[in-house]
């Protein structure tokens, strides 16, 4: 990257978020880069490739509510990225498994970081660097990236959970007050492949009670390998209790919970589990996006917007549609 490119708006986070402010703000016109310190984009919507394998580790599936959410899944399900997850469903309350709602549910193929890579389409895209501060410079934007590269941008647009991002705005005192307050709790992911089929009458569980709040045979979604890989979720108090042990501590702890819940002792052929810090927030917003007095600072997330894929999306084109009115 050359140091100090000039874009019209830089957003940080290649999370649904920041990519379909992102995609918005290209299509009016604008030069945006996405910068991202992970390798890949995805954020939560996240999928782990095995040898045998894949896991949908963060997002499960996402649901559509708002007529313009419908729409764009609607054009991704025309693209062919987007298809509608139709296994059941059950729900576990401690006694007995039943049916769960019949919402629709959809997920992204390969997996569920291929919508991202979609949206991401030819954008200008950065990864690994991590944004460790910014400082107004004139009318825009000063970057500082961990690696010592710099970028500067007249808009900035953060897509980062709220902890993340309150770290990046001490300067920045009416947000920072805002984003501080909001909480993000953690959930530990195990993904397990079992050596033999475990034969369940289900695809998905929510489990209300013990260790777990979810399980999932990842199989089961179109598009993925064939065989018995699972994903399970901790719990979100399971899961801060447990927050600082160890991957194999964690994964045992989740797979003799799941085979206390169906009954089952097959053979594992995978296991390991992956720590989401900041997984859902405690006390979202709902106030769909946030932007500063002069207009040219923006923050977006599932956080500030119903804590889901859904909302994240939205909150994304509210921003990027606030930016742009200016
Ligand atoms: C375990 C789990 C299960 C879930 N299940 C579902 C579900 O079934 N259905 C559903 O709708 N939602 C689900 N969600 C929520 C869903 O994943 C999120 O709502 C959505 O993906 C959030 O998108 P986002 O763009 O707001 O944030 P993120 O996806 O978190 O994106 C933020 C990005 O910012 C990057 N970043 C952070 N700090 C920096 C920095 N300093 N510099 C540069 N980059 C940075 C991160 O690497 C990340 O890529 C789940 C989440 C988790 C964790």
């Given at each position: 990257m050359t140091p100090l490119h000039v874009l019209d708006v830089a957003v940080i986070g290649a999370g649904v978020a920041g990519l379909s402010c992102a995609n918005t703000l290209a299509q009016a016109g604008l030069k945006v880069a996405i910068f991202d310190k992970a390798r890949g984009a995805g954020g939560r919507m996240a999928t782990r490739r095995g040898e045998h394998a894949s896991f949908d580790h963060g997002a499960q599936y996402f649901t559509a509510h708002v007529p313009a959410f419908h729409a764009a899944v609607a054009q991704w399900q025309a693209a062919g990225v987007v298809t509608e997850w139709?296994?059941?469903?059950?729900?576990?309350?401690?006694?007995?498994?039943?049916?769960?709602?019949g919402k629709t549910r959809y997920v992204a193929e390969p997996g569920m970081s291929g919508l991202c890579r979609y949206l991401m389409g030819d954008l200008s895209f950065f990864s690994q660097h991590k944004l460790i501060g910014f400082e107004r410079d004139g009318e825009g934007w000063r970057l500082d990236f961990e690696s010592g590269e710099t970028a500067a941008c007249r808009k900035l647009v953060l897509a980062l959970p709220a902890p993340q991002?309150?770290?990046l705005l001490e300067a920045e005192p009416a947000?920072?007050?805002?984003?501080?307050?909001?909480?993000?709790?953690p959930v530990w992911?195990?993904?397990?492949?079992?050596?033999?089929?475990?034969?369940?009458?289900?695809?998905?569980?929510?489990?209300?009670?013990?260790?777990?709040?979810?399980?999932?045979?990842?199989?089961?979604?179109?598009?993925?390998?064939?065989?018995?890989a699972w994903v399970l979720h901790g719990s979100p108090g399971w899961s801060q209790v447990h927050v600082s042990e160890k991957e194999d501590s964690v994964s045992n702890a989740l797979l003799a919970a799941f085979r206390n819940l169906v009954g089952v002792q097959a053979g594992v052929e995978e296991l390991s589990a992956h720590r989401w810090l900041y997984a859902q927030a405690d006390n979202p917003l709902n106030v769909g996006c946030l932007v500063d007095a002069s207009?040219?600072?923006?923050?977006?997330?599932?956080?500030?917007?119903g804590s889901r894929v859904e909302g994240a999306w939205d909150s994304g084109l509210q921003v990027a549609e606030k930016l742009l009115a200016q």
């Open positions: 139709k296994g059941r469903i059950v729900a576990w309350d401690g006694t007995s498994f039943a049916d769960s709602d991002a309150a770290q947000l920072h007050a805002i984003v501080a307050g909001v909480t993000m709790s992911a195990v993904m397990v492949r079992f050596a033999e089929p475990l034969n369940l009458d289900f695809a998905g569980c929510f489990v209300n009670q013990g260790p777990l709040s979810w399980v999932a045979r990842n199989s089961s979604k179109p598009g993925r390998p064939a065989g018995e207009a040219t600072l923006g923050l977006a997330g599932d956080w500030i917007n």
